[in-house]
């Protein structure tokens, strides 16, 4: 039987939110970034810039909403359980 492995138990419920909710914030902080520079830019990377902050929600909640349990696989239960006894008083088992 495989040995069950700590690390490949998928991540906790908050973590995995965690994780989703930096990449979103990630990606509306570049988006607010390419809207304050809408403001100073011109030409060509105005364009840029605007089509930054128009398309940037979408793949953000794409992005956000992307499960990583694909490459966690499936959780093998443990094996038997072994009972280990306390030596008696002539260090015996």
Same mark, same amino acid.
């Given at each position: ?7 490949s138990?998928?991540?906790s419920?908050e973590?995995?939110r ?15 970034v ?5 403001l100073? *830019? ?7 810039c %605007?089509? !930054?902050?128009? &398309?940037? =929600?979408?793949?953000?909640? *794409? ?7 694909? %490459?966690? !696989?499936?959780? &093998?239960? =443990?094996?038997?359980?072994? *009972?280990y ?9």
């Amino acid at each position: 039987m495989k040995q069950q492995s700590i690390t490949s138990l998928p991540p906790s419920p908050e973590a995995e939110r965690r994780a989703r909710m930096i990449k979103y914030s990630i990606a509306m902080g570049i988006r607010m970034v390419c809207i304050l520079l809408m403001l100073f *830019v011109h030409g060509w990377w105005l364009l840029v810039c %605007a089509v !930054g902050a128009i &398309v940037l =929600p979408y793949f953000a909640v *794409v992005a956000a909403n992307v499960h990583g349990g694909a %490459a966690a !696989g499936t959780v &093998v239960r =443990p094996g038997a359980i072994e *009972v280990y006894r306390k030596p008696d008083d002539r260090g015996r088992q």
